[in-house]
C-alpha cells in the first residue's frame, strides 16, 4: 500500500509562490490554496488543488502550512490574527513562512505555534521566478532540527540548497546578509555596464568576457545582459527588494552596523520607486545611471 503523503497548504501565488505551489502539487503531495487574488489560483485548481477562502481554513485542513506573501505586516496578519494561521493549525503540523520578513517576528510566530503544540519555521528564500520555476531555490531555515527533518522532503521539491542555520529567526538573518550582498552587488553591475556604454564600448561583449573572470557572478551574467536591453521585466519587484533592504538597515542599526553600501541602494532604489518604478525588476537600477549620464551630457 502507497503511503499516503502529508497534505499541503500554500498561500500566496505570486511571480514565485506559484511555480513553488506547482512543483509540490505535481509530486504528488494534496494541496490546498489560498491568495488574496482568486484568480492566480485557477491554474492549480485545474490540475487538482483545493482553494479554500481564507489563509485559517487552509491551515485547518493541512498537515505543513507553508506562506509567501509580501510584507512582515501580511505575514503577521495571516498568521497571528484571530482566525489565522497559529489559531487555526491543527496539532501536531508544521507551519514554513517563506517570506523575508523581520527575524523578531518569526520568533514571535514561532513561540505562538509551540504554545498550540504545533511547529514554526522561518524559511526565506533566494533565487528569483528563474530558481522557482526550476525547484533551485536556496532555503534558509530557522527553527527546530525535528520540524525542519520532517519538512524537508517537501522543502526539496522547490529548493536545491537548503540549509538549518539556527533557532527560529535563523533564516532570516540569513535572507539579511543575502540582500545586502545583493544590494552593493547590483551597484556595481549597474555600474559596469554604464562604464562600459560610455567609454564606448560593446557592453554585453564587456559582461561575456568579464563574466568567466574574478567579477562573475548569478547578477552579472544573468541581469548585466537585461540591463544592456533595458529588459526591466520583474523576476523580483523593486518594492519588495526595498522592503527587504529597510528590515536589514533596521537590524543592523539594532547590531550597532554601519552598512553604507546598502543604505547607498535603498536610497537609490527609493528614488525609481517615487518615479513610479516599483513594479519593475531590480535590474532597473540602471535607469538610475542612464539618467545620472543624460544630466551629466
Do not use: C
Not at 78 to 104: F, N
Not at 109 to 116: F, K
Not at 152 to 179: C, D, F, R, W, Y
Request: net charge neutral; aromatic share 6%; glycine share 12%.
Amino acid at each position: 500500500m502507497t503511503e499516503q503523503k502529508p497534505s499541503v497548504g500554500f498561500i500566496g501565488l505570486g511571480i514565485m509562490g506559484q511555480h513553488m505551489a506547482g512543483h509540490i502539487l505535481a509530486a504528488g503531495y494534496p494541496l490546498n490554496i489560498y491568495n488574496r487574488t482568486r484568480a492566480k489560483g485557477d491554474a492549480l485548481v485545474a490540475q487538482g488543488a483545493q482553494w479554500f477562502d481564507s489563509p485559517g481554513a487552509v491551515a485547518a485542513v493541512s498537515d505543513i502550512t507553508i506562506t509567501i506573501v509580501g510584507y512582515p505586516a501580511d505575514v503577521e496578519q495571516v498568521y497571528l490574527s484571530k482566525g489565522g494561521i497559529v489559531a487555526k493549525a491543527r496539532p501536531g503540523a508544521v507551519l514554513i513562512d517563506m517570506t523575508t520578513s523581520s527575524p523578531a517576528l518569526a520568533a514571535r510566530i514561532a513561540q505562538a505555534a509551540l504554545e498550540r503544540g504545533i511547529s514554526a519555521l522561518d524559511a526565506p528564500v533566494s533565487g528569483g521566478d528563474v530558481g522557482a520555476k526550476a525547484g533551485k531555490l536556496a532555503i534558509m531555515v530557522g527553527g527546530e532540527t525535528s520540524a525542519f527533518n520532517q519538512v524537508l522532503p517537501v522543502l526539496e521539491l522547490m529548493g536545491a540548497n537548503i540549509a538549518l542555520m539556527g533557532k527560529a529567526g535563523s533564516g532570516q538573518h540569513t535572507k539579511m546578509a543575502n540582500q545586502i550582498a545583493i544590494a552593493s552587488t547590483m551597484l556595481a553591475v549597474a555600474e559596469s555596464v554604464s562604464y562600459a556604454r560610455v567609454a564606448g564600448l560593446n557592453p554585453l561583449q564587456v559582461l561575456k568576457v568579464i563574466g568567466t573572470g574574478a567579477a562573475s557572478s548569478f547578477l552579472l551574467n544573468g541581469l548585466g545582459p537585461k540591463m544592456v536591453d533595458e529588459d526591466f521585466a520583474p523576476g523580483f519587484f523593486i518594492h519588495h527588494f526595498v522592503k527587504d533592504m529597510t528590515i536589514a538597515l533596521e537590524e543592523a542599526k539594532k547590531l550597532g552596523l554601519d552598512l553604507p553600501g546598502l543604505a547607498l541602494a535603498r536610497r537609490l532604489y527609493l528614488t525609481l520607486i517615487d518615479n513610479g518604478f516599483g513594479e519593475e525588476g531590480t535590474q532597473s537600477l540602471y535607469r538610475v545611471y542612464n539618467a545620472i549620464h543624460a544630466e551629466a551630457g
